[in-house]
């Protein structure tokens, strides 16, 4: 399963990366993709999208999906 | 329904003239409401000399048209019209406009007020602050809009 990940603001500073693309077979959910690319475990504020639409963490991910970890908004 | 992120300054009223002039009916509106966000110079005590917004490519544009067309189905708007800066920002510098138009004020004030609400709760922009003596900082949430 291919799928692109994408880290923004104090996230991508945090973990020291921007966006990489993973091959995994044992990736299940939202949650199990950080925990492939992220050894420190995720901050509870965290915000996830897939595909550009806000999902929670336990939301399951599929080959080509394109997951997004951020923190809370400041826009505006 | 209009959506823009600016990666340049942008002076918000000429903005607002010109999309009235060009897209909206004359005579078919009774109430505009417009919201103006502008950099502070200053946040959480401290001295505020730069601000650099980061955003989602993609996904900001997707939250704020999606909006835009739920706004639309809860209220009885003629048109609405967002404006968001991203990159490097200075203080007095305009971040946001929102506006919309409708045939009378209450639809267009709350409109309004959801539009910028949901935004500043829910659009994918991040917030990173230089301050006087060249620390910079990301701003960890917003402010509720509550009294």
Known sequence: MSIDVKFFASLREKTGKDSTRIEAASVNTVADVWQYCVSEAMPSNTLTAVNMEYVPVDHAVKDGDEVAFFPPVTGG | ?147
């Open chain 2, 1 to 147: 329904m209009t959506i823009a992120l600016y990666d340049r300054p942008f002076d918000p009223w000429a903005v607002l003239k010109q999309y009235q002039q060009t897209s909206i009916v004359a005579g078919k509106y009774g109430a505009t409401a417009v919201f103006v966000g502008t950099m502070r110079d200053f946040n959480e005590g401290d001295n505020v000399r730069a601000m650099t917004l980061e955003h989602y490519p993609g996904m900001t544009e997707k939250y704020l048209q999606n909006l835009t067309c739920e706004a639309a189905s809860k209220w009885d708007i003629l048109d609405s019209l967002i404006v968001h800066r991203v990159g490097d920002i200075k203080p007095d510098e305009a971040i946001v406009l929102v506006v919309v138009w409708s045939s009378h004020r209450a639809h267009a004030y709350e409109a309004n007020r959801y539009l910028m609400e949901q935004l500043k709760s829910s659009a994918p922009f991040w917030k990173k602050e230089t301050l006087q003596d060249n620390t910079q900082r990301w701003v960890e949430k917003n402010t509720t809009g509550d009294l």
